[in-house]
């Protein structure tokens, strides 16, 4: 019966704790895990899988709407992702990270 217990509060403790660590960009930014990269995407700060995870789901979005960008305004994604990355640095808050010359700094 004892081990019973521990193994549900176990299994309730992981579902518990993978809800907890599914994390939102805002958070993510705030806390210094991602950061707006030169190339009009995210990028991970602190490694770390959630953060990983949210990038990857967030810069499929991202290159998805550059796409249909570029094609109706007939120019290049890079040119869409190059003014991308420059939107996203004005409007970076400070504390934030940014991708500056090969490495993450702080605005």
């Known amino acids: 019966m004892k081990n019973r ?3 549900s509060l176990i299994i309730i403790s992981l579902l518990f704790s993978s809800i907890v660590f599914a994390i ?3 958070e993510a930014k705030d ?3 991602v950061g707006e990269k030169d190339n009009g995407y995210l990028g991970v700060v602190v490694a770390q899988k959630d953060a990983q995870d ?3 789901d967030i810069n499929a979005k991202r290159k998805a709407v550059y796409i249909e960008l570029a094609a109706k305004n007939g120019i290049t994604l890079q040119q869409v992702e190059k003014l991308a990355a420059q939107k996203a640095y004005g ?4 504390g934030h990270y940014l991708w500056v010359n090969g490495k993450w700094v702080k605005k």
């Open 5 to 7: 217990i521990v193994k």
């Open 24 to 26: 939102g960009l805002d």
């Open 31 to 33: 806390t210094g895990l």
């Open 54 to 56: 949210l990038v990857d």
């Open 91 to 94: 409007k970076t808050s400070s």
